[in-house]
């Protein structure tokens, strides 16, 4: 993979440097940074979810597409019966 340099101020890198030690098992910056970016999609994918969920009209289209693609299974399992429990 190609390699680039990106400016930073060094207080940045000192607080990225040591989310990287203290959070994430001293892994490099460079994947850090990756996971961080990766928590902030999620947190997007999230509050979207959020703003579906306040939107009732919308929340129940969505409710019921999801329904209808369950259905395409045709394994016979209705809402949480698929998942496996201990």
């Not at 000192?14 to 940074?33: H, I």
């Amino acid at each position: 993979m190609t390699m680039t340099t990106i400016k930073v101020r060094s207080d940045i890198r000192d607080r990225l440097a040591r989310v990287a030690t203290e959070d994430l098992g001293g892994v490099t910056l460079d994947t850090a940074l990756e996971a961080l970016l990766l928590e902030h999609h999620k947190a997007q994918i999230l509050a979207a979810y959020d703003r579906l969920k306040n939107d009732p009209e919308a929340w129940a289209a969505y409710t019921a597409e999801q329904d209808e693609w369950d259905g395409t299974a045709s394994d016979g399992l209705t809402g949480d019966a698929w998942k496996i429990t201990q």
